[in-house]
C-alpha cells in the first residue's frame, strides 16, 4: 500500500502541488481536495460514511472501487469526474 500511495502522489500534479479545499462530508470524515481534479476522504469512525464523490478511485485502504461510501476507518483518494 505504501509504495502504491508514494507512486500516486508522484503521478498526480496535484497532490505534489494542489492547493488544499476542504469538501462538506458527514461528521467524523475528513474529506478535501487537491487541485481542481484530485480529492482525498479519510473515514475516522466506527460506522459507514456517504461521500458526495464523483470519480474513479486510485487508492483505496479496504481495495474498494465506490467513491460514495466509506466504510469504517477507509481512506481513498479519488480522480474526480
Known amino acids: 500500500f505504501c509504495r502504491e500511495a508514494i507512486a500516486l502522489r508522484h503521478s498526480r500534479d496535484a497532490l505534489v502541488a494542489g492547493g488544499y479545499t476542504p469538501a462538506a462530508s458527514e461528521t467524523g470524515?475528513?474529506?478535501?481536495?487537491?487541485?481542481?481534479?484530485t480529492a482525498v476522504a479519510l473515514n475516522l469512525t466506527d460506522s459507514p460514511a456517504n461521500l458526495s464523490l464523483a470519480g474513479e478511485i486510485l487508492l483505496s485502504t479496504k481495495g474498494r472501487d465506490d467513491p460514495s461510501r466509506l466504510e469504517p476507518w477507509e481512506g481513498v483518494v479519488v480522480a474526480l469526474t
Open 29 to 37: 470524515v475528513w474529506a478535501w481536495q487537491r487541485g481542481g481534479g
